[in-house]
């Protein structure tokens, strides 16, 4: 019995992973409303392109025309944006998951490429399932070994990062049926609970926790714990119940007649997968509804009832789906044959014998050949040894002189190479101390810059600023002391110019070093430069994502500079309404992006521009070892996007 379970196992499995990545809500139908719905608003471009992505991904296995619309249309709208470019490589593998392997399994290492410089949770989320639906591409060549190998030390640790706990346990799922597949029950059952764990307290109403329920069930069967098995059933049908249109029935209806069959009562277990055979029918589920036909004709078997078994085999091979490959071909035929000896039929038993036996015959005279071609050309060889046994005395005496020859110019080569790799290797440390001279300068270039804005900061505000306002005071004394004040309506629009410059000042001062970065830091001073720029026509939206008090001063101030200086040009040229500024720490980086609706700009131009604005944000940036992205079009706004490292060495 554990036998022909162990092989249907694998088919299990090869249905199990088609599915592997495609984890829905089973209140699918809300969840592909839900969608519709954001392609119909009037939300940004990246929230419709996710959407388009999503939906590409749950049409893949169920229309491949709409799932390509979905991927091509989230793709044109991802242009203005690079995480969502490079994650489309991810989706595209997910559309030929099925469909073609090798492009797939390109796609997905292209993603990884593409991906690898984001630091974000959603990054490490979709790394974590390209590696592992990579893995599944070339299980054929590179066997379960490699596709253990890159679930442990890939995408379960890039899972974790990530924070994705329903993923996190799908890959302890998609671990334990490998091991499941394998025979290690007792590691499966450990990888299954794991799963369970997790999601019962946290997700406990997830797809995942129906997988993980079902993966628990066949495998508790296949390590003959029936009564654990029946647990994890049940457990499964109640997860369930609120949503009897789920396309996952037909799954639960295998592992219920798997577990009929193991305890031997047949005639419920052939009740559930006629049960499962029409809904995977319904859903076009082919795989799956491949193994539930097989296990129906074992449970006819296991009946003795060979008349059904006999009809449902001669059903199989009318269908023709199965019998494309010739292994395929040659076991239904034997096993027609040991049905018709079990019903006495010997007639119809030879007949399919006799066609196994030509087919294993075809087969085995197509090894034949190979083998006298083999021997055929062994004794083509041993004719042409003695020509080349010839050849070879005199061929070696040209090989020592060519070996001299050889050695005098390998020895030439050498040393030239070894010329080469130091000059490569001085010319290398020469840049990389001129390098370390550069930042040197450009620290000390910025240090002082700061120190002489604070302290011309401190004097405008301290001493110019205390001695205007106490000339203020005496002039608004003064101008309060008088018998008629109409006629010191001068005096007052003096007072009233002094006002405006004192206001004048502190504003110079503030942004020579503004007080709220100093007193309550980035974050803070941040909120306030955006609520400074912002004027009635003009809406300023700041989006902080775990900003630390703990940053170092100077690189909060180096940063506050470079979101100053962005800030107050799109302030300045854009002619936006909107402007949007996120900022956020996801060590070892900071992340800056500041986008607006204005008026854009031909990024050609950009490289002959040489403002000292700019040249400032790029020393900036330079400095704190990072990268910036420039993305602009005349009418369609500018978005900037600045990568910084805030813990190298500055």
Known sequence: MKGSLLILTVLLLTFSRANAQQLLPMAEKEYTDSLATVLRSGVSDSSKAVAEYLLSDYWRFRDTVKSKQYLTQGRQLAGNYPYLRALYHFYEGQY????????????????????SSYKTRAAYSSKAASWYDYALMVRNEKGDSFVTDILLNQSIPLSRQSGDVEKTA???????????????????????????????SKLPASTTLLFAYLSATSTYIYDSKNDEAKKFLDRAAKLLEPFPESINYPDYYYNEGLYYVAVGALGKALVSLDKGIGLARKYHQGPLLQILVFRKYEAFLEQRNYKKAKEFLMGLVSDGSLMAEANNRRSMYAQLAKTNEYLGDMKEAYHWSSRYGQLSDSMHGIQLKEKIAQLEARYQNSENQKTITALQQEKARAELSAKNSRLFNWLLGTICLLLLVTAAFSRSFVRNQKKMQQLKVTRAMLEGEERERRRIAQDLHDGLGGMLAGVKINLSGLADGRQQPSH??????????????????????????????LKYGLQTALKDLCEFYMRGDMRIAFQPFNIQASLPLPLQINIYRIVQEIVANAVRHAQAKNIILQCSQNDPGFFITV???????????LRDKKGMGLMNVRSRVDYMNGKIEIISAKGEGTTVNIELSIYADH
Do not use: W
């Open 96 to 115: 030929y998951f099925n469909i073609d392997k090798a492009r797939a399994a390109q796609a997905y290492q292209e993603a990884l490429t593409a991906l």
């Open 170 to 200: 799908h890959f302890y799922v998609q671990l334990a049926t490998l091991l499941m597949n394998n025979a290690r029950f007792d590691k499966a059952e450990v990888y299954n609970q794991k799963a369970i764990d997790l999601l019962e």
């Open 488 to 517: 010191d309506l001068e005096l007052h629009k003096i007072i009233g110019q002094l006002d405006t410059s004192i206001g004048e000042l502190r504003h110079i001062a503030r942004n020579m070093m503004p007080e709220a970065l």
């Open 595 to 605: 986008e607006d609706d204005g008026i854009g700009f031909d990024q050609e131009g």
